[in-house]
């Protein structure tokens, strides 16, 4: 209990911990220790606020040419619950989001095999048109991996080619687990670790936001999560570009992994403390509602979180398709900001790269 002390101190004196602190404060700190320091932190970064904001997802379709054993939402070319957006389409569901005060469109889906980059510009640039004002966050550095090399250009020109489209940010899907053994036994074909670390640096350098997400509660044990913190810890030392971290819990319905089940609401917490305590370079620790249901989240505000994403409007199947409790997901914001009061916090709209808004 002493070392617990001692690593606690140094959290409160925002002093740095190291990987084998964060590996002690896993097994032994008992829980209320660590919603106390992960608050600490939160509190520091981010004082009282409740970060949220409006938006929805396009998700053109549900091909893929990996098939990770954790996925509920891929399906096969025949099957008849694959869907594959036309770009009309596409630009009918960004014109029925026209005119509800949203800001960020999260554009993700399935690895298609057929369509190349110059289709995902033009994407952009139609929902764009469409939504001038609204920020576009695209594709995992997974999809972004694929499509420029599809292409034969560099990260680099491809990535800058996306930008001119109208790509303003990078959501954090994609990273899974870095370790790439555990990697390689739930996503054997997907791509690499270091792949995904090469597309959030190359963004990075040409000043786009992006985010960071861990898929846990699988085969994983809290050495490979303390391992993917750490690598993230050391990029954002190097590059400063990930605003949130977002932890993604496993969910086990309809996929290879079913067996697994699901680990306990009390390791969701455990992990959402960690990672605020652990992330001292990151600012925004987002627990995404959608994942974790309304009442887990309501929980996470007491141990780290500061946002909660934002309000969907039933517009992603991932995780509906994954088990998750909402089957249609819509958050108002008189939700959040009761949320936010009866946590004690105080409910602030935020754009894609949190600026507050009015
Ligand atoms: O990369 C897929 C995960 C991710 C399952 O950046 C699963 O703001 C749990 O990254 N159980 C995509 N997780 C979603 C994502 C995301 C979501 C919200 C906000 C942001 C952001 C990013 O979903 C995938 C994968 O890790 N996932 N299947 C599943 N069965």
């Known amino acids: 209990m002493q070392q617990i002390e001692h690593i606690a101190q140094k959290v409160r004196s925002a002093e740095r911990i190291t990987p084998e602190e964060a590996l002690l404060l896993w097994h032994e ?14 509190h520091r970064l981010n004082g009282r606020k409740l970060y949220y904001n409006r938006n929805f997802h396009i998700e053109p379709t549900n091909r893929c040419v990996f098939n990770c054993r954790f996925c509920s939402y891929r399906r096969p070319v025949e099957s008849p619950e694959m869907w594959d957006y036309s770009m009309e389409q596409i630009e009918q569901i960004a014109r029925s989001q026209a005119e ?28 764009k048109q469409i939504l001038p004002g609204v920020a576009v966050k695209a594709f995992t550095a997974i999809e972004l991996g694929y ?43 997907k791509g690499s670790t270091a792949e995904w670390f090469e597309v959030h640096d ?15 509660g699988h085969i994983e044990g809290p050495e490979h999560r303390i391992d993917h913190l750490k690598r993230l810890r050391e990029q954002q030392d190097k590059t400063h570009g990930f605003d949130a971290f977002i932890p993604l ?110």
């Not at 190359?202 to 985010?211: C, M, V």
């Not at 992330?279 to 995404?288: F, Q, R, S």
């Not at 398709?321 to 914001?333: L, N, Y």
């Open 147 to 189: 499509m420029i090399r599809q292409a034969g250009l560099t990260i680099e020109q491809g990535l800058r080619l996306l930008i001119e489209a109208g790509m303003e940010a990078i959501p954090g899907g994609g990273a899974e687990i870095f370790d790439e053994e555990i990697r390689a036994q739930i996503c054997p074909e």
């Open 29 to 42: 700190a008992p829980l209320w220790l660590l919603s106390e320091l992960a608050m600490e932190v939160r």
């Open 249 to 358: 819990k496993y969910r086990n319905f309809g996929n290879s992994m079913s067996a697994i089940g699901e680990v306990s609401i009390t390791e969701d917490l455990r992990m959402l403390a960690l990672s605020r305590i652990f992330l001292d370079n990151i600012p925004h620790i987002k627990a995404y509602w959608v994942m974790y249901g309304k009442t887990t989240t309501e929980l996470a505000l007491a141990f780290g979180a500061d946002d909660v994403d934002g309000t969907i409007d039933d517009s992603t199947k991932i995780y509906s398709m994954a088990g998750a409790e909402d089957q249609k997901p819509v958050m108002s914001v008189s939700e959040i900001e009761r949320m936010a009061t009866t946590a004690g916090l105080q409910a602030v709209e935020r754009d894609t790269f949190y600026h507050e808004l009015r």
């Open 100 to 127: 509800k005060g949203i800001t960020e469109v999260h554009i993700v889906g399935g690895v298609h095999p057929d369509h190349g980059l110059e289709y995902y510009c033009e994407m952009i640039r139609r929902v």
């Open 202 to 216: 190359t963004a990075h350098r040409l000043g786009l936001h992006t985010n960071a997400t861990i898929l846990y």
